[in-house]
């Protein structure tokens, strides 16, 4: 834990999982609002947005709204027809690309898994699906855009672009683009491990069968694949770093026996803690195995593990963020056999350079051949 002085902000910055759970458990009423940016001010409307406003009584109505009307479990899966209608355009298009002699053009799946994150979150979200690729990368970019200008140093003129020409939502730019670089960087991992992709392959083929789709039902059955999703998220997690503020009173808060002054801003750096050795076997290694003994969910009860934050703050989108992740990653895995455009060791097909913003995109998109993986599997 370190309490640094950003200008006459105090600002505590939290790498161990044991601060962690004092703010978001213990202590989690009193860290219950969010760093209040001048960024965040701009774009979210005065900080208005469920994300951002502060903790009180309008934040609590409007999450309550958000989670009874989109992000219960029952709304969630009803919403099953419109993940299935687009992930079947997405695996359409890459089918396209791909030919039974193994010959493709190699697509970049980057831009794809946008939008198509694009279209489920805005049909499911917003009630409308935005058609035309035109629209849909326009909405994708603006998701990205949202989230790199969310940290930056305010200058108020460089949001005016994105403020003319469309209306910030942050559930929508919440499930759009942490999805779809969740699901880009998991695809990333299993390309550098094969074997690890083998496994999953097989695991996906093996609960399939035959069948013509992929039924999200039988997700539950994939074990190996919901691991594959938790290491993914641990070691590219999509927001590394949980943004809290400390209530202003007159009281300071105990934390970790240190006494922290009111108004503190607070970075949980997820990204350390998830690679903590005290408390990972060799956390830089993409090992899905390591949630094979223990009984870590994606509820923010662990936190060792803290993808989706917790406590009052945490991720109110994440069994939607998780089924969307496997399903997708599911269909990837069932549909194709993937290689590197000019076969492995090409050096950028291994660049792993993150852009900095809010959620980490990979910056050079994947880019892969689609092998179509078997005759029997054409509909
Ligand atoms: C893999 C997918 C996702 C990841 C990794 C993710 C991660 C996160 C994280 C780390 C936070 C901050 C938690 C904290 O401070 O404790 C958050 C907040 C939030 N997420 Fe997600 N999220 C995902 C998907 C979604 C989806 C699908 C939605 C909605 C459709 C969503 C909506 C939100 C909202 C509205 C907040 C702000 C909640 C508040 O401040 O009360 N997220 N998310």
Redesign the pocket.
Known sequence: MLLLYLGGAPTLVVNSAKIAKEI?KTHDIAFAN?VQTRAADALMYGCTS???APHGEY?IQM?RI?VLE??SIKRVQSFHFVREEEVATMIEKIRNNTSLDGGANSVNLGDMLVNTMTSI?SR??LGKKYEGEENKKRFGQFARNGMELLIETPNTNSYSNILDTTTPQ??FI??TD??ST?IEWAMTELIKNPTKLKKAQEEVRRVEGEKSKVNEDDIDQMVYLNWVVKEA?SLR???PY???QESIGNESTKLGGYDIPPGARVFIN?WAIHRDPKIWDNPEDFVPERFANNLIDFT?QDFNF?????????????S???L??EYVLANLLYWFDWKYPSGPGREEDFDMSEVTSLVVDKKIPLQLVPVLHSPSFIT
């Open positions: 978001m969010r469920l994300g951002f934040w999450r958000c989109l992000l979150i499911c979200i942050d559930m919440g499930g942490t999805t969740a998220l997690a999509p927001i949980l943004f809290r997820a923010g803290n993808p989706f934050g917790a406590g009052r703050r945490g991720c109110p989108g994440f939607f963020g998780v969307i992740v």
